[in-house]
């Protein structure tokens, strides 16, 4: 496997760093489709500067280090036991050489928190394709289209992308933030009994996700101390509240 680091981005990298995730982006399209423009967000450009600076201001990025030189960079954004790979690239010029791989392994070593990482790419990028499901681990679990849109997509902007999914076991660290979730949730189930909006929505949403789904699941199984207060895991409990504000 390849030696690399991963060190955090220095604000005076950024503009490079976003104009080498477009270099390693366009390169996959002109692999694919030649030099057209029909898949570019903007001109000559498969992904936007404003796409790749949101992700850096949502979440954390590095730089890809080998052979003491940036080789490329990753975006991710976690939450308690779960993660976001927002942006892995790395420059054509050192392809298959192992180096995006050994950077995929360093995020999971750097987070052994998180039982949960997505990602999603264009489907035309077969490499990218080949890299998650062969090499990662990762399971395409839905292709947003015009006809399937990821329903947390309101900018209109997964159309034609494949979403994978990796899961991990639990881990001493994903079980200290999963009680820290249900911690959270405790104390949201508390207030939204004076029947505030804004945290009856929070509740709505957790009670609906797959977060909720994996904390009750770990709590069946006893991996949530017994002294744990864990109202909001009772399916009646909190079902029955937001239903009596007809939530």
Not at 40 to 60: K, L, N, P, Y
Not at 174 to 199: H, L, P, W
Request: glycine share 8%.
């Amino acid at each position: 496997m390849s030696e690399i680091k991963l060190l955090p981005l220095e604000e005076s990298d950024r503009e490079q760093f976003i104009k080498d995730n477009q270099e390693a982006f366009n390169y996959g399209a002109l692999e694919e489709f030649g030099p057209r423009d029909d898949h570019f967000e903007e001109d000559g450009e498969i992904i936007s500067h404003e796409t790749i600076s949101h992700a850096i201001d949502e979440g954390t990025a590095y730089r890809i280090i080998h052979a003491g030189k940036p080789v490329g960079g990753a975006v991710i954004k976690t939450e308690y036991d779960h993660g976001d790979l927002e942006l892995l690239f790395v420059s054509p010029a050192v392809h298959s050489k192992g180096i995006g791989y050994a950077t995929w392994c360093a995020i999971e070593e750097m987070h052994p928190e998180i039982t949960v990482w997505e990602t999603v790419t264009p489907y035309f990028e077969k490499r990218n394709i080949h890299f998650y499901v062969n090499r990662c681990g990762f399971h395409i679990v839905a292709y947003y289209n015009e006809h399937h849109c990821d329903p947390n997509d309101t900018e209109g902007e997964l159309h034609d992308m494949f979403a994978f999914e990796k899961i991990l076991p639990a881990t001493p660290e994903s079980i200290q933030e999963q009680i820290r979730r249900v911690t959270y949730y405790e104390n949201i189930m508390d207030k939204a009994r004076n029947g505030s909006a804004e945290m009856l929505r929070q509740l709505s949403d957790y009670y609906g996700s797959s977060a909720w789904k994996r904390d009750f699941a770990a709590d069946e199984a006893g991996l949530l101390p017994k002294s744990l207060k864990r109202g909001v895991l009772s399916e009646d409990g909190i079902h029955d509240l937001l239903e009596s504000f007809g939530v």
